[in-house]
């Protein structure tokens, strides 16, 4: 397929966005579909956010207006619509007049970014509301996890369910920043959002894969995976089309706040997909949570978001090989096409804060021996292109620490401090990119029949180190006191390189072997 980002918007926008009456909505079916239903709350949300990150505020105040004209009368945007037989949108027949959560915050995400792109207190106010009314209507304020829509209210089977592709933590960071009556509500759901993917992640560590639904445990009080059909299909226990939007959701929100509370389970989706390509395979659309494929084939509603994902960890071997695949998929169906326009832009924007250094040597997944030296070599780059606005400054860090850090199949970690304290000066004046290179050798064999490599997987990590912050102030008529601070830009994030360690541990045992 190879497109531009420009060509995704356009054919997006041109198949999808629709109008009605005073209003835009984004249609979601194929023409070819003979439904009556025309649009659903979800596919409203995308399209807010594909335009305001297109600036687009023409497209944005008609799905505005559309959305004002279909809130229920909680405050919350009604789920689906449908066309009557005189051509009108009525609600749809499925529960039409409740709400779907993930689509209202996406909505309320949209309407806070709008109104400070475009100074736009009509559109804070009615961010506001809605922030309110998803808190009062669409979450468990016990565990202060998403529930499934207004309608899964404490006297239904349904709320004691959750949907991971709900925890939509970047949304709930603008929440926090913007909603301050909530402040503190926000941020109690993003750190019990992140204890239940942490909690996830310590029943599939293999993998980091999550279920597209999650029921609370009575006993423990945690959510874990359901074990059948909850909602939609008897995949509802898997990785399915609800969780593949996981990945996006969590780089997306990685790349915003830097939580490393979230790394791991980053690098475990991003080591199980990452060996999936290195076999010669696909990334197939859904998965059992240990990792086994449902299906036989691949779709960019699965791939995209992962794409994301490798983008967000630096992890260019990857990001190489998933690029062939998408480059030769053929993009069909609205969510299909919603989900790759929507991860197509935030890619482009994963520059801010990746592009101030790249690890250039070693590879992802390089094979490597005991006792080896490797070359270790970065480059922290000039004049980086996106450093989040024309205003901020680079913000590179003091030095940066190389970690040798292995995780057995328990998810066990085990680390130790390789290099420590590498310069990562940029070249005078920002004119061109400064590459650094520094040799380290691998332990020995010793410590990896200590440590089988067959049974733990070993990455370097790379860790930026910053000792001080610092807000630079330029002169203004030589004299810094009173001249208007200059706000640095997002930091570097942590930079994962998993490695092969090829050890023969037959050999090891020859009374004959000579060390490694």
């Not at 807010?48 to 405050?75: C, P, T």
């Not at 207190?121 to 961010?127: D, G, P, S």
């Not at 090989?321 to 197509?344: H, P, R």
């Not at 490695?499 to 000579?514: G, L, Y």
């Amino acid at each position: 397929m190879s497109k531009t980002t420009e060509q995704v918007y356009n054919q997006w926008k041109s198949k999808y966005l629709k109008s009605y009456k005073d209003g835009l909505y984004v249609y979601y079916r194929d023409n070819e579909d003979n439904s009556s239903a025309m649009t659903v709350s979800e596919a409203h949300g995308y399209g807010m956010l594909i335009a305001v990150l297109k600036k687009n505020q023409s497209d944005f105040e008609g799905l505005f207006r559309y959305f004002q004209s279909w809130k229920n009368s909680k405050g919350l945007m009604q789920w689906q619509q449908k066309k009557s037989s005189n051509g009108t949108f009525v609600p749809g027949d499925e529960g039409g007049k409740n709400s779907a959560t993930d689509g209202d915050i996406d909505i309320a995400t949209a309407l806070f970014l709008a109104a400070k792109l475009w100074n736009n207190a009509k559109y804070r106010t009615a961010a506001e509301s809605l922030a309110e009314s998803l808190w009062e209507h669409c979450f468990n304020q016990s565990t202060y996890a998403p529930l499934l829509g207004d309608w899964a209210t404490p006297d239904d089977s349904a709320y004691i369910l959750t949907r991971p592709s709900d925890f939509i933590l970047s949304g709930f960071l603008v929440f926090k920043n913007e909603d301050k009556q909530r402040q503190q509500i926000w941020t109690k759901v993003i750190d019990n959002l992140v204890k239940t993917f942490q909690d996830q992640l310590a029943i599939n560590p293999q993998t980091g894969l999550v279920a597209d639904f999650l029921t609370l445990d009575s006993n423990t009080k945690k959510y874990k995976p359901v074990t059948k059909k909850v909602l939609e299909s008897n995949r509802d226990s898997d990785y399915n089309w609800n969780s593949c939007r996981v990945p996006w959701r969590l780089s997306h929100y990685y790349l915003q706040s830097g939580d490393q509370r979230l790394r791991p389970l980053l690098d475990a989706e991003a080591n199980f997909f990452s060996t999936v390509l290195s076999k010669g395979s696909s990334i197939k659309a859904g998965y059992s949570l240990s990792g086994r494929p449902l299906v036989s084939y691949s779709d960019l509603a699965f791939t995209a978001p992962v794409k994301l994902l490798f983008k967000t960890l630096n992890l260019k071997a990857p990001l190489d090989q998933i690029n062939k695949y998408i480059d030769q998929d053929n993009e069909s169906g609205y969510f299909v096409g919603l989900v790759f326009a929507t991860c197509s832009f935030l890619v482009d924007g994963t520059t801010a804060a990746t592009d101030l250094l790249t690890i250039t040597n070693p590879k992802a997944n390089q094979p490597m021996l005991p006792g080896q030296q490797v070359i270790i070599q970065y480059t922290v780059h000039g004049s980086p292109k996106t450093i989040g606005t024309t205003t901020q400054k680079p913000n590179y860090p003091d030095s940066i620490d190389m970690i040798l850090r292995w995780t057995d199949k328990k998810n066990q970690t085990i680390q130790f401090l390789a290099l420590n304290g590498l310069s990562t000066d940029p070249y005078v004046d920002l004119v061109k990119d400064q590459v650094y290179d520094h040799r380290w050798k691998l332990p020995n064999c010793h410590f990896f029949r200590r440590y089988l490599p067959s049974d733990w997987t070993f990455s370097l990590i790379f860790q930026p180190q910053y000792h001080q912050e610092t807000i630079i102030q330029p002169l203004v008529n030589n004299n810094r006191t009173h001249a208007p601070t200059v706000p640095l830009g997002p930091k570097q994030p942590d930079i994962s390189i998993p490695i092969s360690v090829q050890f023969n541990i037959t050999a090891m045992e020859d009374p004959h072997h000579k060390g490694c």
